[in-house]
C-alpha cells in the first residue's frame, strides 16, 4: 500500500488479505498495511470483537489467519443490483474520474467473485459488449482531496484551499464547500471564498493541499452545484456578448444545445439565449444546425456570420456547371 489509509480501511484490507491468503506472519502483514506490530495487533482484536475468529501461532513459522471452516454471511445481489454496479464501475474506469484505476478493475474482480456464475458471464459479456461514449475527466480527481472535500460538504465544515488558478499564480482560500460535481471534463468544487466574499468554483486538478477547518457554516437552501457550473462556464466574458431568442420551448432547447454553449432562461416569447463567444462563426454554424426557428438579438455581426453559413450552405448544395 502506497497511501495512508484510515483505520476502518485497514481492518478491512486486514480481513481480505487473511481471507485469500491464508496464515500470514505478523512482519508481513503490518508490511503489507504499512503498520507498526502494535497497530497490527491492536487491528487482530477488532476483528475478533467482530466475530471473527483470528487463529494466532506463535514461533518462527507462526502467524494470524481465520479459524478453519469459518465462512463470511455472502454478500448478494440480485441481476439488476449487480448490472447497476458492474455499468457504475465501468462507467468510473472509462470516464477516468479517479486516479484510481488499480481500485476500480480490484472492486469489479471482487463483483465477479462473489456473483452467481450465470449473473457473472453476464456481466463479463456486457462489459465486454458496451462501449460508452463519454467525455473523460481532464485530469482523474485525487482521491485524498475528493474525500476530503467530499467530507467537507457532507458535514458543513470550512476547508483551507491552497489552489493554483489557470494564470499559475498559487494563493490560499478558505472555502465553505457547497458541492462537489464532474462537469464539462472536470471536477469542481463550488462554495463560499471568503477570500472574495462570494460563491466560486474550484477545480479540482488545481488544488494543491485541502485541510478541514473546525469552522462550520450553513448552505443556502436548494442550491445546485451543477446550474451554478452551467450559468458560470457559459457566461466567462468573451469577446462577444450574444443574446438570442428561441422559438421552442426549454425541454426542446435543452436537447439541442449543451451546458457549456449557453444559459437559458424561459420567457413569454419562447427561451432567451446568453452566451459569450469568442468565434462568431463556430457559434453561427450551431445556430444554423438548429430545428426550430429563432431571432439575433445581439451582436449585430452574429447574423453577418449566419448568413455567411447560409451562402456557403446553398453554394455547396447547387449543381455544380
Not at 75 to 81: K, Q, R, S
Not at 113 to 124: A, E, N, Y
Not at 190 to 213: K, P, T, W
Not at 240 to 256: I, N, P, W
Amino acid at each position: 500500500m502506497s497511501q495512508s489509509y484510515h483505520p476502518t480501511t485497514r481492518v478491512l484490507a486486514l480481513l481480505e488479505l487473511l481471507q485469500n491468503q491464508g496464515q500470514v506472519s505478523g512482519a508481513d502483514l503490518a508490511r503489507m498495511l504499512e503498520i507498526d506490530r502494535r497497530s497490527l495487533r491492536r487491528y487482530i482484536v477488532t476483528l475478533e470483537e467482530m466475530g471473527i475468529p483470528i487463529m494466532t501461532v506463535r514461533g518462527r513459522h507462526g502467524g494470524y489467519s481465520i479459524m478453519p471452516g469459518f465462512k463470511l454471511p455472502p454478500m448478494m445481489f440480485n441481476e439488476e443490483e449487480g448490472f447497476a454496479i458492474s455499468i457504475a464501475l465501468s462507467v468510473a474506469r472509462q470516464m477516468k474520474l479517479l486516479d484510481a484505476a488499480s481500485s476500480i478493475e480490484s472492486a469489479q474482480a471482487k463483483l465477479q467473485r462473489i456473483l452467481p456464475d450465470k449473473l457473472r458471464q453476464r456481466l463479463k459479456a456486457a462489459d465486454a459488449a458496451i462501449e460508452l461514449n463519454l467525455q473523460s475527466a481532464v485530469v482523474p480527481a485525487d482521491k485524498e482531496i475528493l474525500a476530503r472535500l467530499s467530507h467537507a460538504v457532507a458535514h458543513k465544515q470550512s476547508i483551507h484551499l491552497r489552489y493554483r488558478g489557470a494564470n499559475d499564480v498559487e494563493s490560499e482560500r478558505m472555502v465553505d464547500a457547497y458541492g462537489l460535481a464532474f462537469h464539462a471534463a472536470c471536477w469542481y468544487v463550488v462554495g463560499f471564498c471568503h477570500l472574495r466574499q462570494d460563491i466560486r468554483s474550484f477545480r479540482l486538478d488545481r488544488v494543491i493541499q485541502a485541510d478541514l477547518q473546525t469552522l462550520h457554516f450553513d448552505s443556502p437552501v436548494h442550491f445546485s452545484v451543477l446550474s451554478y457550473l452551467r450559468s458560470a462556464v457559459a457566461t466567462i466574458p468573451r469577446a462577444f456578448s450574444v443574446e438570442v431568442m428561441l422559438k421552442t420551448d426549454m425541454q426542446r432547447a435543452r436537447r439541442h444545445l449543451p451546458d457549456t454553449i449557453a444559459v437559458l432562461e424561459q420567457t413569454t416569447e419562447g427561451v432567451l439565449l446568453y452566451n459569450q463567444s469568442e468565434d462568431l462563426t463556430w457559434f453561427a454554424r450551431q445556430l444554423a444546425a438548429l430545428p426550430f426557428d429563432f431571432e439575433i438579438r445581439k451582436p449585430a455581426q452574429l447574423q453577418i456570420e449566419l448568413k455567411e453559413v447560409a451562402n456557403r450552405l446553398l453554394r455547396d448544395c447547387l449543381p455544380k456547371s
